[in-house]
């Protein structure tokens, strides 16, 4: 008994030094690569990313339990009807900011300080852009994000911040106006953009902590680390023409960022920095009648969950209520104010 306690012990240490030698070797490999690429063929560097999730999936999907019966054309159309509703739902935000995104760079979005740049600074501003703004989509969540690695054709990430913060602008309004409210994070940090395109990092951790833990209503967070470079940037030496488009870019970024009420800074979806995005009045006519919309259906849901005594929900729907009434009078249409 004692041999065969013994041949097992030195069977386990066996064992257990031919996995160090492996965990040493594959640390050796790993320091190796780290050592001979370089971070940009690593694909590691500063990210801007928002993290933006769905709410109440969860629950509707969880109530799909079963498939329908043979013979229950009713069981079947139920299932199919709640397939819609939840995969609509995904659509929806996912076409919002693919829609944002591929005009945001071309349009021309100037606030009132960049419209009264000469002509020449106004063709200077239009020349500035970002790296592209990539999105990652899984299950009811959205992933954007910029590189700020800077090149002769990409000088200007400060534009890529005003993307992400634009796309998840349009798409708060646009999801609720459906009945699916929004919740996210956006924020600055270390990213990898892997051989495969996946994208991982610190960074997509605190933006998804943002969305999670700190935003506790319907609303899109601005970490500290991204409010802090946009502020930062406003107050570039203007001592350069691209300093100068800089900071007025980030600027309008301020413009589209309101601080709650709990002292935490969110994208101002109803904000006037928003309304200056959109410029064209048919535009402008269809968010209003968007926001018509939105405050149907967050009344609806109020009283729904206050007959039903829950107060999670009833709390979430209160912070909408009093957001939508306090930014109604910035979308009235003219026709509105005649008797």
């Known amino acids: 008994m004692i041999d065969l306690l013994g041949e097992w012990l030195w069977l386990s240490i066996a064992v257990a030094a031919f996995i160090s030698l492996l965990l040493v070797s594959l640390g050796k490999r790993l320091l190796s690569i780290m050592s001979t690429d370089t971070d940009d063929e690593l694909g590691i560097g500063y990210f801007a990313v928002a993290f933006v999730d769905i709410l109440g999936q969860k629950e509707k999907l969880c109530r799909m339990t079963n498939l329908p019966s043979e013979d229950s054309e009713v069981e079947r159309e139920q299932l199919i009807s709640d397939i819609k509703a939840t995969y609509g739902a995904v659509l929806a935000l996912r076409s919002s900011f693919r829609n944002f995104l591929s005009t945001y ?68 309004l646009n999801c609720l106006a459906r009945g699916n409210p929004i919740r996210g994070g956006i924020e600055l940090g270390i990213g990898y953009r892997t051989f495969d395109g996946d994208f991982y990092g610190p960074v997509l951790a605190r933006a998804y902590v943002l969305e999670s833990k700190t935003a ?14 946009i502020v930062m940037t406003t107050k570039l030496p203007q001592t350069t023409d691209i300093n100068k488009v800089n900071a007025e870019s980030a600027l309008a970024c301020l413009k589209l960022i309101a601080q709650d009420d709990d002292g935490i800074n969110f994208v101002d979806f109803l904000g006037t920095g928003v309304r200056e995005l959109i410029l064209d009045g048919a535009a402008i006519e269809g968010s209003a009648i968007l926001l018509s919309k939105a405050k149907v259906f967050v009344a609806d849901s109020l009283a729904q969950y206050r007959q039903q005594n829950n107060d999670k929900l009833t709390e979430r729907y209160e912070y909408l209520e009093r957001y939508l009434e306090k930014k109604s009078h910035l979308w009235i249409t003219p026709d509105e104010h005649l008797p």
């Open 105 to 172: 760079a071309t349009r021309p979005n100037y606030n009132e300080r960049i419209a009264s740049l000469p002509p020449d600074k106004q063709a200077l501003f239009k020349t500035l852009v970002s790296q592209p703004i990539e999105t990652d989509q899984f299950s009811d969540f959205v992933l954007a994000s910029v590189s700020f690695k800077e090149t002769a054709e990409a000088r200007a990430p400060i534009r890529g911040i005003y993307g992400l913060i634009g796309a998840t602008a349009t798409a708060s």
């Open 216 to 229: 506790n209503f319907p609303r899109v967070v601005i970490g500290e680390e991204i409010y802090s470079y």
